[in-house]
């Protein structure tokens, strides 16, 4: 059983910069795939961005390509989002995942833990 807590958030002007952490609790978290999700007001949970067990693969939602980076640090059990130039349309809380396989890791669907958000507010 793995326990996920995302930290980081809070409120910046768009252009600001943020960066998410999301600590992970287990003794296998080097075998996880991890994403960020998020879920702005009025919305579907909407996929943020995923990164292969090892780092070696990485996949972003369209509108954060090139504006947010995931990292992971398996020694540490813990997964980074680096969010630069933040826009007002990024606002949402934030969601930790873990899943098994990176097979439709653009979904929840592979993800079987999932921490309890964090929030990002970006005004412009």
């Known amino acids: 059983q793995v326990k996920l807590i995302e930290s980081g958030g809070g409120s910046v002007q768009a252009g600001a910069s943020l960066r998410l952490s999301c600590a992970a609790s287990?003794?296998?978290?080097?075998?996880?795939?991890m994403g960020w999700f998020r879920q702005a007001p009025g919305k579907e949970r909407e996929f943020v961005a995923t990164?292969?067990?090892?780092?070696?693969?990485?996949y972003y939602t369209d509108s954060v390509k090139g504006r947010f980076t995931i990292s992971r640090d398996n020694a540490k059990s813990t997964v980074y989002l680096q969010m630069n130039s933040l826009k007002p349309e990024d606002t949402a809380v934030y969601y930790c995942?873990?899943?098994?396989?990176?097979?439709?890791?653009?979904?929840?669907?592979?993800?079987?833990?999932w921490g309890q958000g964090t929030q990002v507010t970006v005004s412009s």
């Open positions: 995942a873990a899943g098994n396989t990176f097979r439709a890791a653009t979904t929840t669907a592979p993800y079987n833990y």
């Open positions: 990164i292969s067990w090892n780092g070696g693969s990485k």
């Open positions: 287990g003794r296998t978290f080097s075998n996880y795939v």
